[in-house]
């Protein structure tokens, strides 16, 4: 895979939100907003409007998922709740073989899940970097690493401050589909997000 | 011919019996009476392991038994069983089969071994014949070992080796064969033998559930550990989430691995005597300084690992406590992998730096100097052997093979036949064989092959298991 494509243009942003972390190498990759900007948050304690449809969630393997969130009041749940929900309000993004770039489906996801980060604005997540079986477990560890943090940079660079985004690579150690062909792995290369606290 | 060095550390009879053995299962060291030549230092030995050179045949007789019951019965065989594995799994004799010689009792006497001349070229062809006799006391026994020429053999009926081993232990009668062999082939071929050695890898075979992710429930991996030949299978880790890249400390008494039971990875330490209990964290890890594969260097003094803690992944180095941690890459592209040099001068580890995203293997020296890219090619897991050599996973996608570079010639081996996909190589501490991860099988397992790419075992059988790691001959 390439690199994603670092632009200089956000290096500012870089130097100023990711001091905490004392980077200075491999300044963050930022994407600029797809024209229209974010999506507007649902008002009240509504469940934000859906977002452009991802792929669908992976095969449920066991328990029957929780119902969705129509009608349910995010700050009345609790974070297992929500990170249980079938129709959860931070949706997944996905990948192509071997990369870590953020293609204009996943930006209007991200873009959805900024709005819902806004809304809820003590809300802290993991963005979990995940890939397919494919490679080696160690190389997909690093992998799963640049994925995590492609989706952390593009959320900050909505405006979601640094500290509320966690970052964790999995590699290819927790497949959503135990499947062994393309179906599987396009739902397992992945940056999955899930609440931490509230 | 291949000619291997084998680095040979000769310990005191005092030393050997010194030392404590090992939970997970309580084994006890087994001491042997035979008077052992011990320098005090390291000696270098030089084995020459030859494929043209006629090998001596080796035939293991059921031992002898004092008493007649089913239990005792078994014990022999048991032991008969496990020792002829041994040395066939080091090939420096040629075995008889045992089916081939199970009608031929249990030779209690030398002058049995002369009387029965199917035990040599008539019969089942054997150069030499090992008979043992097993004397039971409480829960310990002792075996009397005596190697001896068959017959039809230049040296019929003469004594080539004998020694009687004591304190071995009914609760792991397996650990006896396995000292018996490390001791014949130390005095008898002067090889640091591998028997008594364990392996520990992850497995997700009790599968505990880490939790849920949108209606998926996710698996985790504990650490287990299991002897050499995969006998004796036993859980280390209890946490219930994802437990990798399992390393032995150079003492063989610790595993370090990399744990995500904080929901974050950090490196975690524990004594093998205290399976799930006694964690020590030398990375001082939290959800902004994760770290991971760490390996310690060859005098155990000190620690490198992965550590995202400067914004990406980096090799760091600290003392084995965790203390005095520096960065010793620092540098923007993703350096894993890091493992020791045998001088513990400097690490081996793998970096996309060239590529933008091929990982290739670097040296350099622990002082940050002197950095080198020893090959032009896609290298993962690379483990310094000290043979002289860096077993490394090569290849992509699901065509990964275990691989040999020689250090001196820079030359590339492909150890692996390119069935399944086949990665994480560790390496014997003797050098002579490397344990892997491959799906040859199906599900991923743990395997070994020789270095010269041939003998192939399978370890495991249950579940998924991966990341295996040999523990260092104590």
Redesign the interface.
Known sequence: ???SGISVLIVTLAVTT?A???????PPVAFPPASGGPATPAGGGNPPPPAPVPPQ???????P??TSTAGKDLNAMTI?DI????N?PLK?IYFLY?SDEIDDASKKILEANASVLKQYSTWVI?VEGHCDE??????N??LG??RA?SAKNYLMSLGIAADRL?T???GK??P?DPGHEEGAWSKNRRA?F?L?SK | MHRLQVRTALMGAAVAALATIAVPVATREVVATAQQTAPPQQAELSVTLSSTTKRTVLAVADFVVPSGDAEAAALSKLLSDVLWADFDFEREYSLVPRAKTASFGAPARPEDVAQQPDWGSSGAGADAVVIGTVTRSGKEFSVKIDIVGAPGSPAAGQIGFSSLYEHCSLANPRFCSHSIADDIHKKKRGLDGVARTRLAFSSDRDSAR??????????G?EIYVSDYDGANQQRFTFNNS?N?HSRWSPNGNQIVFTS?QT???DIYVADLAQAGRGLRRPGNGN??V?N??AAWSPDGSKIAYVS??????DIWIANADGGDARNLT???A?D??PTWSPNGQQIAF?S?RAT??T?QLYLIGISGQAIERLIDQRV??PTWSTLGFIAF?SG???G?DISLLDLVSRQVTVLTDGKGDN??PAVSPSGRHIAF?TTRWGKEQIAIVDRRGSDVRQITNTGNN??PSWQPIR
């Open positions: 895979m390439r690199r990711l905490v972390a004392g980077c200075k190498k491999k969630p992976p095969t449920i393997i066991d328990n998922p929780v297992d990170n249980k929900l079938e959860s997944p071997d993991t494919r490679g080696t477990a160690e190389y560890l690093a690493d640049r943090l966690r964790v690579s999995y150690e927790f959503f999955h899930m931490v | 880490m939790g849920t992710r949108t209606g998926v429930l996710v698996s991996k994802l990798i995500y929901s974050f990875p959800d902004r994760q991971n594969q995202n803690r400067s914004g990406n992944y620092n540098h923007p993703a894993q992998n793998t996309d933008g995203s990982p993962d897991r996973t992509a996608n699901f990964h990665g994480s991860t991966t990341y």
